[in-house]
């Protein structure tokens, strides 16, 4: 019995087209069916062609192609961030090798999106009162904050949730006295355990049931699909979940275009009850 076949490890490589060639060529050995041309029938921007124009380095891989390019090597969501950070950092690289301009926000400042512990959740109402002032007019008459969220808690709980914010320093002021987030979208690992995750989550979803009852059809958008699924069914579910997670909170992190309406955005996924046994 020959050895098992190894997966490539995407952080020992040093050049990203000879990290590419190995995991086709990987695909290839644990999946004799595997061809770029059948796995690229479903992708939009990836095809056959340019795959071979990248393997023999005539093309670069740009950043809005990672994604797919992900789905077509069939790597996981932390490969894929990987490879996307990567590509990431070398457009930046190419970028400043041209002479031309690299926006700093969106390629190279950690800054708009912080890794954080629960500790943020000691109040789930905080969520919100933080996000309400990247909008423009809360900034500059903080007054509005009190309007705006007044229907989720009482003044005397969004005042804590103010002076708490400021003091551990997700708000700051600035010198022309406006309140504004300092940390643009904090998250927390989704794979976490904890009583101050469960309340922020109960809390997210009673704000979204009360808005089927308070906005109109023009104003929300609510979905739901019920399936049924087996263990590799939810495994793969969950990966589309985490690659789209991911998406969302480089959105997020990147939207610099301040609006006038604090909206929330619920992916849930959970069981319609108890497991039975086939």
């Given amino acids: 019995m020959g050895d098992p076949v190894q ?3 995407i952080s020992e490589y ?3 087209v ?4 190995e995991m086709i060529s990987y695909q290839k050995r644990v999946d004799p069916s595997y061809s770029i041309k059948g796995e690229t029938q479903s992708l939009r921007r990836v095809s056959p062609s340019l795959i071979s124009l990248i393997l023999k380095r005539k093309r670069k891989i ?11 090597l069939h790597l996981t ?5 990987y490879l996307s950070d990567w590509i990431r950092q070398a457009e930046g690289h190419r970028h400043r090798q041209d002479g031309t301009s690299v926006n700093p926000t969106a390629n190279e400042s950690p800054s708009r999106q912080r890794e954080v512990s629960t500790h943020i959740l000691k109040d789930w109402i905080n969520v919100y009162v933080k996000d309400c002032f990247q909008i423009e007019d809360v900034q500059k008459n903080p007054e509005l904050l009190f309007q705006m969220l007044s229907h989720l808690a009482s003044r005397k709980r ?3 949730s103010l002076r708490f914010l400021l003091r551990e320093g997700y708000l700051r002021k600035t010198l022309d006295h406006r309140i504004v987030v300092e940390t643009q979208l904090a998250v927390a690992d989704p794979g976490i355990s904890d009583h101050k995750i469960r309340q922020f989550h109960k809390g997210a ?6 808005a089927i009852d308070l906005f109109g059809p023009h104003r929300r958008y609510a979905n739901a699909l019920i399936l049924p699924l087996s263990e590799e069914g939810y495994a793969q579910l969950l990966e589309l979940i985490a690659d789209f997670a991911e998406e969302l909170k480089k959105f997020a992190s990147e939207n610099h275009n301040h609006g006038r309406q604090l909206y929330q955005f619920i992916l849930n996924l959970s069981p319609t009850g108890g497991a039975r046994e086939i």
Avoid at 18 to 21: G, L
Avoid at 77 to 81: H, I, Q, V
């Fill in 205 to 210: 979803l009673g704000v979204a049931r009360d």
């Fill in 62 to 72: 740009n950043l809005d192609r990672v994604s797919e390019i992900g789905k077509l």
């Fill in 7 to 9: 997966r490539p490890v």
């Fill in 14 to 16: 040093h050049d990203v």
């Fill in 77 to 81: 969501p932390k490969e894929r961030r």
């Fill in 18 to 21: 000879d990290f590419v060639q």
């Fill in 158 to 160: 969004l005042e804590g």
